[in-house]
C-alpha cells in the first residue's frame, strides 16, 4: 500500500486514451525495413498469441529478446544501424494530447492517479520522457509488470491489492468497452473514453470534477 491522497484512485490506460497510438505509422516504417507485408507484420510481430509483440507487453521477455526475435520473422541481421531505426519505427508512434494533459494535472490535486495499460518498457520509457503530463502519475500497474493484461480481472485485483484501495474508490478510464465491462466486474467505477470533452462530463457525473451545468 501507498500513501494515498484523499480522493479516488483513478487508473488510466495509455494508448487512444492519454496519448494516440499511431500502429498504421509503424506498420509502414517496418514495412520499409523488410519483405514482410503489413498483414504480415502485424500479425507475426505483434498481434498473435506467440508474437514477440504479445510477450513484450506481458513482460515474459525483456527488450533484447524482443528485437532478437523481431528480426528473426523479418529476416534481417541484428545491427546497430538497424536497431536504431526498429526502435524508431517501433516506439516513436506516441503522440501527445495536449487537453488529456490538462485534465490529468487537474485531477492530481486531489486524486491518486496510475497508469493501467497494455504496454511494455520501451513505450512506458517513452511516454515518460516525451510527454510532461505523465509526472503527475504516481505510479503504474501495467501488464509487463503484472504479466496479466486487460480485460484479464487479475491486473485489476492486482491495482487494488497494490493501492490498497476498495472497489468503489477506484476509477478505470479506457478506450476499449471489454476492458471497462472487466472492471465493472469487479465492482469499479469504469468510463469509456471516447474524446476529452465525453469524459470530463462522465467525472462530472460522477463528481469528480465539477459538471458542467454546476459551474
Known sequence: MTD??????????????????????RTERLKKLCSLSGEEINARL??????????????????????????????????????????????????????????????SAEHDLWLMSNTNV???DYVRTQFDYF????????SCDTRFVKPEPEIFVAALERSGR???EVIFIDDRQANIDAAKTLGISAVLFE????????????????SVTSV
Open 4 to 25: 494515498s491522497k484523499s480522493g479516488k484512485l483513478i487508473l488510466f490506460d495509455i494508448a487512444n486514451t492519454l496519448v494516440t497510438f499511431r500502429s498504421d505509422l
Open 46 to 107: 505483434f498481434t498473435d498469441a506467440d508474437s514477440p509483440g504479445m510477450d513484450f507487453d506481458r513482460g515474459l521477455i525483456v527488450s533484447s529478446e524482443f528485437y532478437d526475435r523481431c528480426c528473426a520473422i523479418m529476416e534481417v541481421e541484428p545491427s546497430e544501424e538497424f536497431a536504431a531505426k526498429f526502435r524508431h519505427a517501433y516506439q516513436d508512434i506516441l503522440e501527445a494530447r495536449p487537453e488529456m494533459g490538462v485534465l490529468v494535472e487537474e485531477l
Open 122 to 124: 520501451w513505450h512506458l
Open 135 to 142: 509526472k503527475f502519475f504516481k505510479t503504474c500497474c501495467n
Open 166 to 168: 476498495s472497489s468503489d
Open 195 to 210: 474524446s476529452v470533452e465525453t469524459l470530463r462530463a462522465k467525472l462530472g457525473e460522477l463528481e469528480i470534477i465539477p
